[in-house]
C-alpha cells in the first residue's frame, strides 16, 4: 500500500488509443487540471453513514444549494488517513453550524469503511459519511486519482451553495492536512461571499478585511495604507 510509506513519483500510463481518443487527451490537457472556479462533478457512490451505522446512497445533487466539503484519502487501514478523519470528526459540529456539509471517499468498498469504522479507536463516535468509489470513477473526476497505484491522493475540496469549487488542497501521501486552517478558508470564504469584502492572508472571523467592494480604486497599489504586516501575522 502507498499510502504513508514514502513518495514516489507519479508514471504517465501509456495506453493505445484511437485518433479520436487522441484529439480528446489533447483537448482535456489544454484545460486547467485544477478544479478551482469548476463545477461540481455528477457522481453517485455506495456510502457508510457513521452516524447511523447503516449503508447509504450519496450523490452530488445532495450537496445542491449548500457549502460541502469533499474530501478524499488513500484507503482504509492506513495510518496517516484515520488521524484525517478524526481530526475532521472532531469539528465535525463547528462545520454544521456553518452549514457546511462533509463527504469523505476512498476506493475501498462500504463494507470496509464500516469494518475500519468499528475497529479503528481514533473513529469511534465518528459522525461522517464515507462514499466508497470502488470504480476509482469519481476520484478520476476531481484528478486526484493515481491510476497505476489505484488509490486517491489527498484531495479536499470545498464547494459553494452554487456548487462551484472555490477552494482545493491535494497532497501526496505521508503528511495530514491541517483541519483547523481548513474551517479558518471556510469562515473567510462564507465572509467573503456574503459580503463582497475580500480576506487577506491569514484572516479570521473578526480581522481586518479588505473593501474592495467599495475602495477598490483608492486600494490599487495601496493595500499597505489598509493593513500591515504585523497585522496579517498576528
Not at 456539509?101 to 464515507?130: C, M, N, W, Y
Not at 462551484?164 to 497532497?171: D, F, K, L, T
Amino acid at each position: 500500500m502507498s499510502c504513508d510509506t514514502g513518495i514516489k513519483a507519479r508514471k504517465p500510463v501509456k495506453k493505445e488509443s484511437t485518433i479520436s481518443q487522441q484529439y480528446e487527451q489533447s483537448e482535456k490537457k489544454s484545460m486547467s487540471s485544477s478544479m478551482v472556479r469548476q463545477e461540481m462533478p455528477s457522481f453517485t457512490l455506495d456510502a457508510y453513514d457513521a452516524k447511523s451505522g447503516h449503508f447509504i446512497s450519496v450523490s452530488s445533487d445532495d450537496y445542491k444549494g449548500k457549502w460541502a466539503v469533499i474530501c478524499f484519502y488513500p484507503a482504509d487501514f492506513t495510518f496517516v488517513c484515520p488521524t484525517e478523519i478524526a481530526a475532521m470528526n472532531a469539528k465535525y459540529d463547528e462545520f454544521q453550524k456553518l452549514g457546511v456539509e462533509i463527504l469523505a471517499i476512498s476506493v475501498d468498498s462500504k463494507f470496509s469503511h464500516k469494518r475500519f469504522v468499528e475497529t479503528e479507536p481514533l473513529l469511534v463516535g465518528l459522525q461522517l459519511t464515507i462514499g466508497a468509489d470502488t470504480t476509482k470513477a469519481v476520484s478520476e473526476m476531481f484528478g486526484v486519482l493515481v491510476e497505476e497505484e489505484g488509490v486517491a491522493l489527498r484531495g479536499r475540496f470545498l464547494f459553494n451553495p452554487d456548487g462551484i469549487c472555490v477552494a482545493q488542497e491535494v497532497q501526496a501521501d505521508s503528511v495530514g492536512r491541517n483541519v483547523n486552517e481548513f474551517l479558518r478558508q471556510v469562515e473567510a470564504w462564507q465572509y467573503a461571499t456574503k459580503t463582497g469584502e475580500v480576506c487577506p492572508a491569514g484572516w479570521r472571523p473578526g480581522k481586518k478585511t479588505l473593501p474592495v467592494n467599495t475602495d477598490a480604486e483608492q486600494m490599487t497599489g495601496r493595500v499597505g495604507d489598509y493593513i500591515t504586516i504585523e497585522e496579517l501575522l498576528s
